[in-house]
């Protein structure tokens, strides 16, 4: 679909994402064939920067990732401005700007707002916005924002009241940048494009769903928000959820936003608060060595409080009662400081009913003796090294005698670069789909209502914080009566 000619307006325009995904997805669209010549880059921030300066810094940027110099200079000269709002938040000197670039670029008034800003603003900049009256214009206007979407059920509902207040839903765009990954859209195509996996993706074959999202790095220079905020919020109540909605939900009635964003809803609505006690373990990272790297303890970061309770680590069992689902527990794990950076989801099947195989030839019963009957796996691999890998069982050469056979794990693997070659950057997706009008890959507010409203309980600092040291996996969750599983199984 080709991009019609708009003004993207980034609202902290000085900021890291400004710098290391905005400007350049924004860059790469643009150059593009399909985009119209007339797109162009407002940055607004409180700084009081010059067109000149923004421009240097987006060169740098745009530079340091290796894109040609000649070009990089032309594209900032011809499409990027810079208005400073000062600390007093100047909205008429903006509106002032945004109706001199349109009339100068004879825009027909298509504006995004993208804000991306301290979480804690965002209903106060939206309604300056709206108040500016820089949401009515003769053309379209989006709003953007990234998540988080509020603090708790209760600050997600007032923000979406605010937003409301000046933006239909059809013009908010909640950026969750996991739905932008090629991987996670491939999901849908997973599942939907291929009935081999979707008439076993139910209960009475899938024994558990394992969704794991580990990372080395530790909280870096963000521990003001961070530390407030806590892994629970920050990883679980929108990307990890996401995984798990895609995983879950039933085939939607047709490849189109409301259908599927409707779909993704029914799960969260159908998924049962975990319990504080049994079903949630938080943790928090010590003093570690990853990839031989001796790195300090979470409370020894930066702008970290000595007496930090912040979780950086969440393990969690999720069920959700509906006919596909009912019994199979979702156990998704997640934190900072672990031995490696990967996403991954482990569809584990239910094992065979009796194995023939084991060492004496006498068949045994799984779930009752000592037996080695492996279940089958699928272990999809989000990032990185993005693709899947079917595990089965094949029999190992020469082991037959005595009539017995040794059985031994292979797989059938793909890998998205091998056939592909690099997938694109997720914000990239994200940008063109906010400037074609395509909100399907955009949270809508009751998704991210449920979402709260499950872990909600989980905010009450009720959760013990057990620590665990940087470059390890985290604690294990409490084992339920029913599941004598570890939760190690993802990262076998
Ligand atoms: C962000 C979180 O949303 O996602 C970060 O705020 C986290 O804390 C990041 O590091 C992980 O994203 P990715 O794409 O690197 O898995």
Not at 271 to 284: E, S
Not at 368 to 385: K, M, V
Not at 425 to 442: C, H, S
Not at 448 to 473: C, F, I, K, M, N
Request: glycine share 8%; charged share 25%; proline share 7%.
């Amino acid at each position: 679909m080709p991009i019609s000619p708009h003004l993207f307006v980034i609202f902290g325009a000085t900021g890291d994402l400004a710098r290391r995904k905005l400007i350049p997805a924004l860059y790469h669209l643009m150059q593009s064939r399909e985009v119209s010549q007339n797109c162009f880059v407002l940055g607004t921030a409180r700084s009081d920067w010059s067109d000149d300066h923004f421009r240097e810094v987006a060169r740098e940027a745009l530079r340091d990732q290796g894109h040609p110099e000649e070009e990089v200079a032309e594209w900032c000269t011809r499409n990027l401005f810079y208005q400073c709002l000062g600390d007093g938040g100047d909205y008429d000197a903006l509106r002032n700007r945004i109706d001199r670039l349109e009339r100068h670029f004879d825009l027909p008034g298509n504006r995004a707002f993208y804000l991306s800003l301290p979480p804690g603003i965002y209903g106060s900049t939206v309604e300056q916005i709206g108040d500016a009256g820089l949401h009515e214009s003769g053309g379209w206007t989006r709003l953007v924002v990234e998540k988080p979407f509020g603090y708790d059920l209760e600050s997600a509902r007032s923000l979406n009241d605010t937003l409301h207040r000046y933006f239909n839903e059809e013009q908010i765009y909640r950026i969750d940048h996991y739905l932008g990954k090629e991987t996670v859209q491939n999901l849908l195509a997973f599942r939907f494009g291929n009935a081999i996996f979707e008439s076993l993706w139910n209960r009475t074959h899938i024994e558990r769903v394992e969704i794991s999202v580990s990372e080395s790095l530790g909280v870096g220079g963000r521990a003001g928000y961070y530390d407030q905020s806590g892994h629970l919020r920050d990883m679980v109540q929108n990307h990890l959820t996401q995984l798990l909605t895609l995983v879950a939900m039933e085939p939607p009635s047709a490849l189109e936003a409301d259908a599927i964003r409707d779909e993704k809803v029914k799960v969260l609505r159908a998924t049962r608060q975990p319990d504080p006690d049994t079903d949630v373990v938080f943790g928090q990272y010590e003093k570690g060595s990853v990839n031989g790297e001796v790195v300090p303890a979470y409370r020894d970061e930066d702008d970290v409080p000595a007496n930090s309770d912040t979780e950086t680590f969440v393990g969690l069992r999720l069920g959700i009662a509906n006919w596909r689902w009912q019994g199979v527990p979702f156990v998704l794990r997640t934190g900072k400081r672990m031995p490696k950076k990967q996403t991954q989801i482990c569809v584990r099947f239910q094992g065979a009913p009796v194995s023939l195989f084991q060492t004496g030839g006498q068949p045994c019963i799984p779930q009752e003796a000592d037996c080695e009957a492996r279940p089958n796996e699928l272990i999809i691999t989000l990032q990185p090294d993005e693709g899947f890998d079917l595990r089965f069982q094949v029999k190992a050469p020469r082991s037959s005698t005595n009539g017995t056979m040794d059985l031994d794990t292979q797989q059938l693997s793909f890998s998205y670069e091998d056939a592909f070659g690099p997938t694109p950057d997720a914000y990239e997706t994200l940008l063109r789909d906010i400037i074609t009008g395509d909100p399907t890959l955009f949270v809508r507010a009751d998704e991210v209502e449920a979402s709260w409203q499950l872990y909600d309980p989980l905010l009450e600092g009720r959760v013990p914080l057990h620590p665990y040291p940087a470059g390890t996996w985290g604690p294990d969750l409490p084992q339920p009566a029913t599941d004598s599983l570890t939760t190690e199984t993802a990262h076998s």
